[in-house]
């Protein structure tokens, strides 16, 4: 099989890593990808793209012959990516644009779960500032704000200060254009969810659901989960704390439900239902959907998986996910430590060297380096080009083992400024949650 995965991210990097170690993936290649995917053993490298334009996804699939394409991104799936793929005749892993709009718009996510009688947090959408204050009110603190439209992981604010509350809101209000790039011109409030956050990544072909292993993701930017909320600091599988039962538990209360209700709609969801849950003391409630593979938490899924990626994500874009076998997993655990650029979350500083990754050795069991923010300069050096930088993984019998490999090789990386969380895993060697 030949595999095209579009998007340059860490995520991307992973899916790359894994399709290259499945022995009926022929080649892979990634568009535009990043300088660590373009050195992956095992990879075809990667192609220049503009992931956001259907037409020319649809080209370079055409032009490499590739059987499959997996978009990892948001974006490109919410302007039509897999829609155009599919209408081409290529099997495309992930939704139409209509059902990405279970992560593109928190709204219709919200109507959705209703219809569907899936557990969330109550909420209101809202399109001016006095429902705003309304629902603050209605739902009190700590108050919960989120963009309607996709943000990159940065439109929602927790606060307890009802000023900074109504603040994000204004902002989020006044940005308007919809589609890929922005805000909607809503916002949506919730109640606040109390409970350990899980992430747990369903596979589908728009009937059939396949759980993979639930993975634990460190949202805010600094130690102790404090400062903002960013795209994922880091990532740990397994969760040792988790309830017995939590992977079934989602799959029959939310996943599969709001697949069916998809399906009904006539919009059905193929490709990747993330769903990003809160363990609450009143049971298990859905803090957001996303349409694609989170990233960091794909990278230590993936390490784990042992079933072929590539036979897996063909049959959920070709609709015969039924037929695969039980998933197989390693027994080892996995920790992934991103290295974030100076400023990351805010405005991050760019073009700094990065160094010392030749030092991460590359024998099995090793730690390894992913890219996400990476480019050559003009003199070929490896510098920073974006707020996550890399990952490196960590892999061990146990997740002390795996969290020690990680951290030995994010010691080894330098980035004048960077910053890394140094607490990835910690609590869970605790057998805690946080
Ligand atoms: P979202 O983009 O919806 O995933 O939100 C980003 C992060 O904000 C989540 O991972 C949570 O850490 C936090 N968050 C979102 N909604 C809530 C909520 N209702 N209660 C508590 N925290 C939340
Ligand atoms: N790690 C969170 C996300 O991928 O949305």
């Given at each position: 099989m030949r595999v095209l995965v579009v998007g340059s991210g860490a995520r991307e990097h992973a899916l790359v890593r894994a399709l290259a170690a499945d022995e009926q993936v022929a080649r892979v290649w990634a568009a535009p990808g990043n300088p660590g995917i373009a050195a992956e053993p095992g990879a075809a490298g990667c192609r220049p793209l503009d992931p956001l334009d259907p037409a020319a996804v649809v080209a370079l699939a055409a032009e490499l012959d590739a059987e499959l394409v997996v978009v990892g991104p948001e974006a490109p799936l919410v302007a039509g990516v897999a829609d155009a793929v599919r209408q081409a005749g290529t099997a495309c892993f992930g939704p139409s644009a209509q059902a990405a709009r279970l992560e593109g718009s928190k709204a219709f996510a919200k109507e959705v779960m209703a219809a569907a009688g899936v557990p969330t947090a109550a909420a209101r959408a809202c399109t001016t500032t006095e429902q705003v204050a309304a629902a603050l009110e209605e739902f009190g603190a700590p108050h919960v704000v989120k963009d309607d439209g996709l943000a990159a992981g940065k439109g929602v604010v927790v606060t307890d200060d009802r000023a900074d509350a109504l603040a994000h809101a204004a902002a989020c209000l006044g940005r308007?254009?919809?589609?890929?790039?922005?805000?909607?011109g809503a916002v949506v409030v919730e109640e606040f969810l109390d409970g350990p956050e899980v992430s747990v990544f369903c596979l589908t072909d728009g009937r059939t659901v396949v759980p993979l292993a639930p993975a634990q993701d460190a949202k805010r930017a600094h130690d102790g989960d404090t400062g903002p909320n960013t795209g994922g600091m880091g990532a740990y599988s397994p969760l040792p704390w988790a309830p017995p039962g939590l992977v079934d538990e989602v799959v029959a209360r939310v996943a599969q439900p709001v697949v069916d209700e998809m399906d009904r709609r006539g919009a059905p969801f193929a490709g990747v239902l993330y769903c990003g849950l809160a363990l609450t003391s009143r049971g298990v409630r859905v803090v957001e959907f996303n349409a694609r593979f989170g990233d960091p938490e794909t990278q230590v899924v993936l390490a784990r998986l042992?079933?072929?990626?590539g036979g897996l994500l063909h049959a959920a874009a070709t609709g015969v996910?039924?037929?695969?076998p039980p998933l197989r997993w390693s027994r080892d655990a996995a920790v992934t430590v991103v290295v974030a650029a100076a400023g990351y979350p805010g405005r991050v500083r760019t073009g700094d060297p990065v160094t010392g990754l030749e030092a991460v050795p590359a024998a099995p069991g090793a730690p390894y380096a992913l890219h996400a923010g990476t480019a050559l300069d003009g003199a070929g050096r490896l510098v920073s080009a974006g707020g996550r930088v890399l990952s490196v993984v960590g892999t061990g019998p146990d997740l002390a083992a795996a969290r020690a490999a990680a951290y030995a090789g994010v010691a080894r990386v330098h980035l004048p400024g960077s910053h890394s969380r140094t607490d990835i895993a910690a609590a869970a060697l605790r057998g805690s949650s946080a």
């Open positions: 308007t254009g919809g589609g890929t790039g922005g805000g909607t042992r079933t072929p990626l996910l039924d037929d695969v």
